[in-house]
C-alpha cells in the first residue's frame, strides 16, 4: 500500500508478496503475543519497542551488508521476523524475484510463525494457571 500511496515502482508480483506477507505477520503477531506477558505497563511495550527497533534494523543487514554483521550476530538476527521479512519483501518488490527465490526467508517465516505461537500459547497458559 505504502509503495502505491507514493508512486513508487514496484515489481513485485501481488501474489508471492501476499504469500510471503501471511507466515511475516503470523511471526509478528505471535511474538508480540508471546512477550506481551513480560510488560506489566503498555506503556513499556512502546519504550522497548523504541529501544529495539533501530538494533533490529541494523541486525537485518538493511542499513550496511549483511557480510559485514559476525555471522553469530547473523544468526541470532534470524530469530527476529523482520530480519528474513526485509530481506524478503525487498527481493520480492524491488528487485521482482520470484516466491522461489526468497524460499529461504520464507521458511524461516515458517519456523518462526509455530515457534513463537507455542511461546504466547504457553505464556497465555501460565498466565492463566
Known amino acids: 500500500v505504502v509503495y502505491r ?3 513508487c515502482p514496484e515489481q ?4 508471492a508478496v501476499v504469500a510471503f506477507a501471511l507466515p ?12 506481551a506477558h513480560a510488560f506489566r505497563r503498555r506503556e513499556t511495550a512502546i519504550e522497548v519497542l523504541l529501544f529495539t527497533s533501530l538494533p533490529a534494523v541494523f541486525l537485518a543487514g538493511f542499513s550496511w551488508p549483511a557480510e559485514a554483521i559476525p555471522r553469530w550476530v547473523r544468526a541470532l538476527a534470524m530469530l527476529l521476523p523482520s530480519t528474513a521479512g526485509m530481506a524478503g519483501f525487498g ?3 524491488q528487485m521482482g524475484a520470484t516466491l522461489a527465490e526468497v524460499r ?3 521458511i524461516v517465516l515458517w519456523v518462526l510463525a509455530p515457534v513463537y505461537f507455542l511461546a504466547a500459547w504457553a505464556n497465555t497458559s501460565a498466565a492463566i494457571s
Request: proline fraction near 4%.
Open 12 to 15: 513485485g508480483r501481488p501474489g
Open 5 to 7: 500511496v507514493f508512486g
Open 91 to 93: 527481493r520480492l518488490n
Open 104 to 106: 529461504g526467508e520464507w
Open 24 to 35: 511475516f505477520l503470523l511471526a509478528v503477531i505471535f511474538l508480540g503475543l508471546a512477550l
